[in-house]
C-alpha cells in the first residue's frame, strides 16, 4: 500500500494540511482542489499538469472521487445537456469545486510534502519529492 503524503501550504494567511492525490506523477506541478458545499471545505493538493487535469485525478482517485462523482441513484438531477463528464465517463459535479494555482507556472500553487518517512522534517518541495525516498526506507 502506498504511503500516505500530506502537504502543508498558506491560503489566505492561514496555515493548512491536505492530503496528496497522485504525488509525484508529474514533475511536482501542483494544484489545490478546494470542494466546500458544507460547513468544512476539503482540501486536496493534487499533482497534475493543469486544472483539467488535476479535476480527473480526483475523480478517477478511490479516496475522493465520491466528493465530485455523482451517485447513480442521483443522475436524475442532472439534465442530460447540463452534465460534466469525468475521464471515466462518469457524471461529475463540480458547482462546489474551486482550483487554486497560477497556469504556466512551474508549481501552480506552491507547497511542501511530508510522509513519515521523508528524510526531511521540513517536508520537501513537489519538485523534489521522490517515491524512492520513501521506498529506500522499507529496503533496511
Known amino acids: 500500500m502506498p504511503k500516505k503524503i500530506t502537504a502543508s ?23 489545490l482542489i478546494e470542494i466546500s458545499g458544507g460547513f468544512t471545505p476539503l482540501f486536496l493538493i493534487v499533482e497534475a499538469d493543469s486544472v483539467s ?8 482517485s478511490d479516496q475522493y472521487g465520491h466528493h465530485i462523482v455523482v451517485d447513480d441513484a442521483d443522475l436524475a438531477d442532472y439534465p442530460e ?7 471515466s465517463g462518469q457524471v461529475i ?13 512551474p508549481m501552480p500553487f ?22 524512492n525516498d520513501l521506498d529506500a526506507d522499507e529496503d533496511e
Do not use: M
Open 53 to 60: 487535469d488535476a479535476i480527473d485525478e480526483v475523480c478517477d
Open 81 to 87: 445537456d447540463d452534465r460534466q463528464y469525468g475521464p
Open 110 to 131: 506552491p507547497c511542501r510534502y511530508y510522509a513519515e518517512s521523508l528524510p526531511n522534517d521540513e517536508g520537501v518541495l513537489p519538485t523534489e519529492f521522490s517515491w
Open 9 to 31: 501550504f498558506k491560503l489566505n494567511g492561514h496555515e493548512l494540511t491536505a492530503d496528496v492525490v497522485n504525488a509525484g506523477n508529474w514533475f511536482g506541478k501542483t494544484w
Open 93 to 105: 459535479d463540480t458547482d462546489w469545486l474551486s482550483v487554486h494555482g497560477c497556469e504556466g507556472c
